[in-house]
């Protein structure tokens, strides 16, 4: 079955980098486009990045563009958002998701990042 | 730019039906066909209930659909059980490449 498990959460200075990786298995990756959403507790659900199914085209939501990166490895069935100058209000949980017909239809359990002093 | 309005609660009895509504504008849930509702419980993977306005994804109880009128989205659960109580999120995609969801609205079945 379809299972998508994200890791690399932790707590992190503001203005530091971190990045959460999401291994995804039971389906063909190569297939599909792989989006993070993040969580946070004031503002509930965020969209935050996509990537198409061929790694050639990401898009990101204003909030993070130009401080976040999204890629994706084939070979390693394997989603990435590398997050640079990370901000204390991007503390959220960090889900990955995989598009369905420009929906979400299968989700991680989230990895949490915290950013603060 | 803002996201999608939801109420943040509704409550129903069980074996009753209740209606989530999602506001947005002509630039996502009026402009596109591509709404989507999810059910998320707290430390759970959340869960896509319905895809494009209203299709139920394999699995899916046929208690739950869903409809769209002009910038408005709505999910509607009939039969209510208890095992429906949760968050309830509504998402879009918008123009510009880039999606919206709404702030969540809580059921409770009382």
């Known amino acids: 079955q379809v299972q998508l498990v994200e890791s690399g959460g932790g707590v992190v200075q503001p203005g530091r980098s971190l990045r959460v990786s999401c291994a995804a298995s039971g389906f063909t990756f190569s297939s599909y486009a792989m989006h993070w959403v993040r969580q946070t507790p004031d503002k509930g659900l965020e969209w935050v990045a996509v990537v198409w199914y061929d790694g050639s085209i990401k898009y990101y939501a204003d909030s993070v563009k130009g401080r976040f990166t999204i890629s994706s490895d084939s070979a390693r069935n394997s989603l990435y958002l590398q997050m640079s100058s990370l901000r204390p209000e991007d503390t959220a949980v960090y889900f990955c998701?995989?598009?369905?017909?420009?929906?979400?239809?299968?989700w991680g359990q989230g990895a949490l990042v915290t950013v603060s002093a | 730019q803002s996201g999608l309005t939801q109420p943040a609660s509704v409550s129903g009895s069980p074996g009753q039906a209740i209606t989530i509504s999602c506001t947005g504008t002509s630039s996502d849930i009026g402009g596109y066909n591509h709404v989507s509702w999810y059910q998320h419980h707290p430390g759970k993977a959340p869960k896509l209930m319905i895809y494009e306005v209203s299709n139920r994804p394999s699995g899916i109880s046929n208690r739950f659909s869903g409809s769209k009128s002009a910038n408005t989205a709505s999910l509607t659960i009939s039969g209510l059980q208890v095992e429906d109580e949760g968050d309830y999120y509504c998402a879009s995609y918008r123009s510009a490449n880039s999606w919206v969801f709404g702030g969540g609205t809580t059921l409770t079945v009382l």
């Open positions: 998701a995989r598009d369905w017909a420009y929906g979400f239809d299968y």
